[in-house]
């Protein structure tokens, strides 16, 4: 599978680029366009206990999609759910990566996802505490909220981070999640007051907006002016 971005920074669309016969796992509902020919399936990816982990833990769809090309090849084109960057990860089959809720838009078939515990905070609505953890050989295309930066630490080198901010990180980062400011108990309410603490050697992908900013906004001066 080749990967092609168009409308970057700002509204990225990925075009997979498949081989014949080759099928890719996308996420559900980011299906913009295909080629003619190209067939899709949605199931519930690895079964159904870890479909349950990804939908209710990792905040992804019970359901991927698979596409699959026909014999002459063929491509899909796919879109995030909000306005923003795309980042190609290349796995090289020994290091993976933990890709943060709802950052995961498709991969490789090559690419295997599995739920990681990162920490408590998604028991609460936040970011942060079940990952989808991606390893094998392939590409893995994330989104982002916004644009992206890629943060490279060296051994020995930190970076704190707001988890509303954090995409994705490599296996060889070590990383906490500890309370900034606010007390825990307030923390653990409102999903806020919260960061990771990297470690290097490894690289750290980073969002400059927030999507749960983005819901209290709404909620605020949107569906609550409405209630």
């Known amino acids: 599978m080749q990967v092609r971005t168009r409308h970057t920074p ?4 990925a075009r997979l680029v498949l081989a014949p016969g080759e099928p890719v796992r996308i996420e559900s509902g980011a299906m913009l366009a295909t080629s003619y020919g190209v067939t899709a399936q949605s199931r519930a990816q690895g079964g159904l206990l870890k479909s349950l982990a990804r939908a209710a833990l990792a905040g992804e769809s019970f359901f991927a999609s698979t596409c699959t090309a026909p014999q002459q090849g063929g491509w899909v084109d796919v879109a995030p759910k909000l306005p923003g960057d795309l980042h190609v990860l290349e796995l090289d089959g020994r290091t993976g990566w933990c890709v943060t809720r709802g950052c995961w838009l498709a991969s490789a078939s090559t690419v295997s996802l599995e739920t990681k515990w990162g920490g408590f905070r998604n028991l609460f609505g936040g970011e942060g505490g079940f990952l989808t953890h991606t390893t094998g050989q392939g590409p893995v295309v994330v989104s982002c909220y916004g644009a992206l930066d890629v943060v ?5 080198e930190y970076v704190t981070i707001d988890t509303g901010h954090v995409v994705a990180y490599a296996d060889t980062v070590q990383s906490r999640l500890r309370q900034a400011q606010q007390g825990v108990a307030q923390s653990l309410k409102s999903g806020a007051g919260l960061v990771f603490d990297f470690a290097g050697p490894g690289q750290v992908l980073t969002q400059t907006r927030n999507p749960r900013e983005l ?8 569906l609550g002016a409405r209630s």
């Open 10 to 13: 700002s509204f990225g669309v």
């Open 152 to 156: 490279t630490l060296q051994p020995g």
């Open 215 to 222: 819901v209290d906004w709404l909620r605020v001066n949107g």
